[in-house]
């Protein structure tokens, strides 16, 4: 019903920058949620950071002041900004949307970020 393309992910030295998009379509309904995940090998998935249809966002607290969330809600994509990337940041890193009536979402397929050290 809805799918989610990201893009954006790549190698990057420690320091540097990297800008990851996902485009969402199918039936997305108005009030809703899209955010970033991130999976590193041997982890659980977490949280990088969130903007609801509203523009209210959440941070990791490790990434807060160097990543910034947005999007662009008539073309229902959403954008991390990362910048000052470290190692811990390496890991395939993907896309989440919510329609806010029900529990579950949608993922999309990830796209690897690797900072060398």
């Known amino acids: 019903q809805v799918q989610l393309v990201e893009s954006g992910g790549d190698l990057v030295q420690t320091g540097g920058s990297l800008r990851l998009s996902c485009a969402a379509s199918g039936s997305i309904f108005v009030v809703n949620v899209l955010g970033w995940y991130r999976q590193a090998p041997g982890k659980q998935r977490e949280l990088v950071a969130s903007?609801?249809?509203?523009?209210?966002?959440d941070y990791s607290n490790s990434v807060k002041g160097r990543f910034t969330i947005s999007r662009d809600s008539a073309k229902n994509t959403v954008y991390l900004q990362m910048n000052s990337l470290k190692p811990d940041d390496t890991a395939v890193y993907y896309c989440?949307?919510?329609?806010?009536?029900?529990?579950?979402?949608?993922w999309g397929q990830g796209t690897q970020v690797t900072v060398s050290s």
């Open positions: 989440y949307y919510r329609d806010f009536r029900i529990q579950n979402g949608y």
């Open positions: 903007i609801s249809s509203g523009g209210t966002t």
